[in-house]
């Protein structure tokens, strides 16, 4: 090795003052009360503040209590839960940081050899290198020959050759280039010299993480809330209004007093509460975090609570290759015999005699070394040939003395082991080793056809001899996962477009994408380079044709997501590299696999933890169907607050002054809100769902159809209400007082239980699926009998006596007329 001098003190600071330190610039940090002050905005959040607000202002007459406290808890949960979920956004940055911070270097300085933090490292250190080293800046090789791990920058798991060249083979970054060094990868093999070129944030891992300090998308969830809020906001302010008018019209004949003042205030406060649904923030909560505990049971880790809602929302998937589509690990998948005969299983029945003379080559002409734990050393190559090659000896590994070991290069191609016994082997690539053998120009070029055309379906074939003997070709590839295929096919059906990102070549990538339904005739395949000749604008008419980026680098797969959000599109990222880490945190949903770096899982929503794209599809079906559950829920709560609404507008004018009391509102509002919540929250995950088109990222949570459902209860269920409430009829039968509200009050909350399961079900068939959700029968079947033992015993808190099992029969049968009115409408509606 050339003894090199390195840089002297002088130039070492002189390097960092014009070049900087090697060292990530740290995000922007926000504090746990800054982020708590921001989620405060949230616009229901603001409507129940300022709710909250009048409440307390009024709270010396009304003595409200209780439904002040109540809401003030179910915005502190709220706002609480998101703002613990968003301190950890920042921990993907902490990862990597701690990664590069961990690395030491040999460099060469004012002719000594020093060991020194690779924090330390300036532009035109001299780097020594050999196997197990963390290159600790970007750089090009020098001196020597070394094979390196990049996986964690480029996502693919065959090592790459570096070796020193004449004239540089690219100007650019190129993770193919054999010169090129990049940091934070590992060295595999070999020993060399590198000089440092980039450092810190220039380097290819420095971009990487100033594309993790970037503010995520808000979710989908987030976007239809806010138009959710203004909408009912404007509902409740208008009806409040109206019932503060017809209030004081009610009351102005002799003048209107200060203490009809303050009704008509408390009056206002009560509509706008109902009218608003305060629960919502913490029924989202509740069944976000039920429906994450369902989640770990099919492999998905679910990191941020709104993650379950996106993936429902999922318009288009950028994915990874290997780990992903493919198992993530080679494996030996065929075996190409000296007659052109291609066996692909039973190998030690097809093979014949040649297991033992192919076993032993395999074993013999190897850099790993066998051990009671397996083969360990040498590169992943030598690791599964050895692995394979012990299979054909049945496990039994020859003791062979090696004479001389000729390790592969780049510039001969090939690996050679000479016994003491004078046997050669050899192992390498066919187009070296195959001229050397005993063979004719027809049966060369034969074997030449079929070894190309194995190549071209995305499988490594590698030549083994012995001296001028051929033994075969041992095919190699990453495989794909079985149900991959079918896994696609299922996101298709759901209407998501899926896009293979992948740094193979463009063959590699188009085989494996066209195996398992990713790439049609029809589909636009692109390499990297052919992907930055086009502008943003170019990308983005392009886009919905795009089934293949081959050759990628970390950059373009946060440009890929960055263009696909232009187009308001929702965006899904697997991923399981520290390359993959800035595209998984711009995209709405970075789907990171368990076997992956830290950095990446900090950056991802969901952690996929058996590493398989069928899991993708089922976080898809978990939330498209929560986002369904929302929706019952919303036309459940609007529904029976539009009911209650308008029974406190009219019910004054009529001389009913408080047909439900603050106790039973409270009672009501826990039904409506966590009970059923959760209720709603246990629907199983469906196809149904999946063969739905995704909703858009600006779609309303609430659609004409649902508004259909509401305004039709709505209006039947306060028709039915003030009924009961004025009709000399009901009154005849339930003459006492005390009796009438207490029947009331049970009519009401079994009109609640009614309103539920219409609310639940789609179609002509209200109870179709209902005991799939145990969690919905199971709280209906609990609101029915606690309203049992409050008319029994809840006395004076909840303004009930004991009554007649025909006053409740007669309640129960007047709630259920709400079950034949809706099936009655969707009849009407259907056609």
Known sequence: MQDFFGLTQREVEQARQQYGANVLTPPKKRSFWQILLNNLGDPIIKILMIVTGINLACLFYTHNFLETFGIVVSICIAVLVSTLSELGSEA???????????????????????????????????????????????????????????????????????HTVGVATSTKTDFMAAEQLFSGTVVTGGSGVMRVEMVGTRTVY????????????????????????????????????????????????????????????TLVVSVVVMAVPDGLPMMITVVLSSNMRAMMHDQLLVRKLSAVETAGSLNILFTDKTGTITQGKLAVCGVLLPNGQYVTEDFQTQLGGFS????????????????????????????????????????????????????FSSATKYMATTTVQGDTYYKGAAEVLLPRCQLNLSERAHLMQKVTSLNQQAMRVICVTQGNVLLGFIVIRDLVRPE???????????????????????????????????????????????????????????????????????????????????????????????????????????????????????????????????????????G?????SIRKFLIFKLTINFIAMTICIIAPLFGIAAPITVIQMLWINLVMDTLAGLAFGGEKPSMYEMRQSPKRRDESLITPAMWSK?????????????????????????????????????????????????????????????????AFVIIMTTIIVSQFLIIAFGGGVFRTVPVNFGYITFAGILALSMLPAEMFRRVLFRH
């Open 92 to 162: 993907a940055f902490k990862k990597l940081e701690s990664m590069s911070g961990k690395i030491q270097a040999r460099v060469r300085r004012a002719g000594k050899t020093q060991l020194i933090p690779a924090t330390q490292i300036v532009v035109g250190d001299i780097v020594l290198l050999s196997s197990g080293d963390k290159i600790p800046a970007d750089g090009v090789m020098i001196e020597g020959e070394i094979s390196v791990d990049q996986s964690i920058l480029n996502g693919e798991s065959l090592e790459c050759q570096k």
């Open 206 to 265: 420095g971009k990487i993480a100033a594309g993790l300090t970037e503010t995520p998308p808000t979710s989908p969830l987030k976007v239809k809330l806010a138009k959710l809020a203004n909408l009912v906001s404007l509902i409740g302010y208008i009806g409040a209004a109206i019932a503060a008018v017809t209030y004081l019209i009610s009351v102005s004949g002799g003048g209107i007093s200060f203490y009809e003042i303050l009704n008509a205030i």
């Open 356 to 407: 033992q003379l192919l076993g032993t080559a395999l074993v013999v002409n190897n850099e790993a070394e066998p051990t009671a734990q397996g083969f360990i050393g040498g590169n992943i190559t030598d690791r599964v040939l050895a692995e394979f090659g012990s299979q054909l000896l049945n496990g039994i590994v020859p003791k062979v003395n090696k004479q001389s070991v000729e390790p």
């Open 484 to 622: 991959a295929h079918t896994s696609i096919e299922t996101l298709h059906t759901a209407q998501i477009q899926v896009v293979l990102v992948t740094g193979d070549a463009r063959d590699t990538a188009v085989t494996v994408a066209r195996e398992v339904g990713i790439l049609d005739n029809d589909g636009l395949v692109l390499t990297s380079d052919e992907l930055n000749r086009l502008d943003d604008q170019s990308l983005a008419q392009l886009l919905p044709k795009l089934r293949v980026v081959a050759r990628a680098y970390p950059q373009d797969k946060s440009r890929l997501v960055r263009v696909a959000q232009t187009l308001n599109l929702v965006v899904g990222m697997t991923g399981d590299g520290v390359n993959d880490a800035p595209a998984l945190k711009r995209a709405e949903l970075g789907f990171a696999m368990g076997s992956g770096t830290e950095v990446a899982k900090a950056a991802g929503d969901i952690v996929i933890m058996d590493d398989n794209i069928k899991s993708i599809t089922k976080a898809v079906a978990f």
């Open 624 to 628: 498209r169907t929560l986002f369904e």
């Open 710 to 774: 509401i305004i039709w209860g709505s209006v039947f269920g306060s028709l039915i209400c003030l009924w009961f409430l004025l009709a000399p009829y009901i009154q005849k039968i339930v003459s006492n007082q005390q009796v009438f509200v207490t029947v009331f009050f049970t009519f009401f909350m079994f009109l609640n239980v009614c309103n539920a399961f219409n609310a639940r079900a789609n179609g002509i068939n209200l109870f179709r699926g209902l005991f799939k959700n145990k």
